[in-house]
T-cell receptor, first 113, second 113 residues
Framework: GAVVSQHPSRVICKSGTSVKIECRSLDFQATTMFWYRQFPKQSLMLMAT?????????EQGVEKDKFLINHASLTLSTLTVTSAHPEDSSFYICSVGRNGWAFFGQGTRLTVV | QQQVKQSPQSLIVQKGGISIINCAYENTAFDYFPWYQQFPGKGPALLIAIRPDVSEKKEGRFTISFNKSAKQFSLHIMDSQPGDSATYFC????????????FGEGTQLTVNP
């Protein structure tokens, strides 16, 4: 498999501030990582595909200026939620693909107050 | 954009019983069908996966059955245990999408002692 680490696991921020979430592939160089969002008791919804060295590809309806993705190295992708609002409170999860399989990080619980 | 339908939404099984969760897909380009197990506050963990060249795959107590003509696949958990109580998601992806997954809605499984 692949070992994927996310940080932080939980974060509380004030409305209007920005929050950065890190996703690291610990044992595999990943040219592509994926960011998902999961609301309580709902499924995972793909937000964007993070591409190493190039711009991320966002799913329809996801604001690219609000959810900034940077994939500067083969082992690190970051998701920055800018000007966060309470409706952005959710569980954010990244994944790494390896040989066609997808492995997920432990997720980040974001609460915007 | 829901291309993977999952049922039931919730399932209650007695210890030792068989848990069965079903999924149906629409996109014939899908060729990878994983199942994930998710505990509260955690990221999804890959449980078992199948490709359409086989009709069944078994790993321990977990079995995937795949019906290509019907575009359906299911997860069977034999000898269900209370520790299996979790949310289960089916997913699908295609060769062109790599590890970019489309998830089903999820099934909340409760195994009573």
């Amino acid at each position: 498999g692949a070992v994927v680490s996310q940080h932080p696991s939980r974060v509380i921020c004030k409305s209007g501030t920005s929050v950065k979430i890190e996703c690291r592939s610990l044992d595999f160089q990943a040219t592509t990582m994926f960011w998902y969002r999961q609301f309580p008791k709902q499924s995972l919804m793909l937000m964007a595909t993070s591409n190493e060295g190039s711009k991320a590809t966002y799913e329809q309806g996801v604001e690219k200026d609000k959810f900034l993705i940077n994939h500067a190295s083969l082992t690190l992708s970051t998701l920055t939620v800018t000007s966060a609002h309470p409706e952005d409170s959710s569980f954010y999860i990244c994944s790494v693909g390896r040989n066609g399989w997808a492995f997920f990080g432990q997720g980040t619980r974001l609460t915007v107050v | 954009q829901q291309q993977v339908k999952q049922s039931p939404q919730s399932l209650i099984v007695q210890k030792g019983g068989i848990s069965i969760i079903n999924c149906a897909y629409e996109n014939t380009a899908f060729d990878y069908f994983p199942w994930y197990q998710q505990f509260p506050g955690k990221g999804p963990a890959l449980l078992i996966a199948i490709r359409p060249d086989v009709s069944e795959k078994k790993e321990g107590r977990f079995t995937i059955s795949f019906n290509k003509s019907a575009k359906q696949f299911s997860l069977h958990i034999m000898d269900s245990q209370p520790g299996d109580s979790a949310t289960y998601f089916c997913a699908a992806s295609g060769e062109t999408s790599g590890s970019r997954l489309t998830f089903g809605e999820g099934t909340q499984l409760t195994v009573n002692p």
